[in-house]
């Protein structure tokens, strides 16, 4: 904001705290005051077993160490991951992680899905992170 409002030729002042700008801030000397709220950085982290999926960063880490997945993979992943425990539906994993309904992706989310669970070290006989639910989709386990 500082840039844009100095290339239109006006002055700006930033200080380190709602006080200090309000303390700085005289009637006859400003014409804009902006005072920005600093969030503390949240985070929304599902856990399965030693699996950890930070679903605002988009990020999965197994036994600390970064998973390496690719985008498809990922969002299968997350998707699982915003509803822990929950079927998820082929329908919905299609739309969220395709844009699309499932008939165009039906064989590319079994070929994903297989992909993501193998380099998960997961099986679908016996399942620690994903389970399928025959013909309807998959759930994250707890």
Do not use: C
């Not at 801030?25 to 929304?44: F, G, I, T």
């Not at 997945?69 to 929950?86: D, H, M, N, Q, S």
């Not at 699309?100 to 590319?108: F, K």
């Amino acid at each position: 904001m500082d840039d844009g409002l100095r290339r239109h030729g006006f002055e700006t002042e930033r200080v380190g705290t709602r006080a200090a700008a309000l303390d700085r801030a005289a009637p006859d000397d400003y014409v804009l005051l902006v005072v920005r709220p600093v969030w503390p950085e949240r985070s929304n982290i599902v856990r399965a077993g030693d699996l950890e999926v930070d679903v605002d960063r988009y990020e999965a880490r197994r036994q600390g160490q970064p998973v390496d997945l690719t985008t498809k993979e990922l969002g299968l992943l997350v998707a699982l991951a915003r509803r822990p425990g929950v079927l998820v539906r082929r329908e919905e994993l299609a739309e969220e992680v395709w844009g699309t309904g499932l008939w165009p992706v039906n064989r590319s989310l079994d070929v994903h899905m297989s992909s993501l669970r193998r380099k998960l070290g997961d099986t679908p006989r016996q399942p620690r992170y994903v389970q399928t639910v025959h013909g309807l989709g998959f759930r994250l386990l707890p």
